[in-house]
């Protein structure tokens, strides 16, 4: 038994230096720049007890084929993804409150995964997965087109430093490829409190076709009026700065 959960977390990390080699091609033929830099931070016991018995669980290997996602989640009920959730306490949340509805969470940051893998087995929740891998790679790669329901980005890495922009994850192919990968009416939801990121994410959608910018009156915002408050956006709230929140829908 002892033997099968260092397996386990053997595998996660052996996963980790696969990402690299095959990052480096990737970024080749896409001239692609990654939106993160690696955090290498020891687990914390509870996150390691976390992997060793909880991933097999709620955990998804990243692999280089489309998932089946109704094989997954054991039926099609709409399936809401979240890029870099952090220590997904409010993506846990959300799938407590929301049991008709299938959740992905995708994340580069170990202990965050550490961390809700043991919210998520505390919450006692059936209808989340989690990746552990760069979003980027695991869109193109594993998720079917016509497959979203819902793309949250929340508190997407702004990347201040006008050198740094081009490392930020909202750039123009990304934009498209979330557009296949969301089903027709499908809803990409952005929250930052980054004025300089809200200009370029205009920027960005209006040189896109294919999305809809979201009234007040959209269906999808009046659903979801009370959005929940992750840490970044309670960090951002003590700042007392501005908060921005930006809805997509795909409209054809
Ligand atoms: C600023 S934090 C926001 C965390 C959380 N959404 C919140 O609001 O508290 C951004 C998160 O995105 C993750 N991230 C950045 N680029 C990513 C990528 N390409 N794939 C997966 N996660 C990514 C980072 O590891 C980080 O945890």
Request: proline share 2%; charged share 20%.
């Amino acid at each position: 038994m002892k033997q099968s959960k260092l397996t386990n977390l053997n595998m996660v990390n052996n996963n980790l230096i696969i990402f690299e080699k095959f990052h480096k091609c990737f970024a080749k033929q896409f001239h692609y720049i990654r939106s993160f830099t690696c955090r290498h931070r020891r687990l914390t016991k509870a996150q390691q007890f976390a992997f060793e018995n909880y991933w097999q669980e709620i955990g998804i290997e990243f692999q280089e084929q489309q998932l089946d996602l109704i094989t997954l989640f054991g039926g099609t009920s709409p399936i809401i993804l979240e890029i870099g959730f952090g220590t997904g306490n409010s993506l846990v949340k959300m799938a407590k409150d929301n049991p008709n509805h299938n959740f992905i969470g995708i994340e580069v940051y170990k202990r965050g995964i550490g961390s809700c893998l043991l919210s998520a087995k505390k919450a006692g929740i059936t209808n989340l997965r989690l990746i552990y891998y760069d979003a980027v790679q695991v869109i193109y790669r594993m998720i079917p087109d016509n497959a979203l329901y819902v793309l949250q980005l929340f508190f997407p890495d702004p990347w201040h430093k006008v050198r740094h922009n081009k490392r930020r994850i909202i750039q123009k192919p990304f934009i498209e490829l979330i557009m296949k990968k969301l089903n027709l009416g499908g809803i990409l939801h952005i929250v930052t409190d980054c004025e300089a990121y809200v200009n370029h994410i205009i920027q960005i959608m209006n040189s896109v076709h294919g999305y809809s910018y979201c009234s007040l009156n959209n269906y999808f915002i009046n659903q979801h009026k009370t959005h929940l408050l992750t840490k970044f956006e309670q960090r951002a709230r003590i700042l007392n700065h501005n908060i921005c929140t930006l809805i997509f829908e795909r409209v054809r």
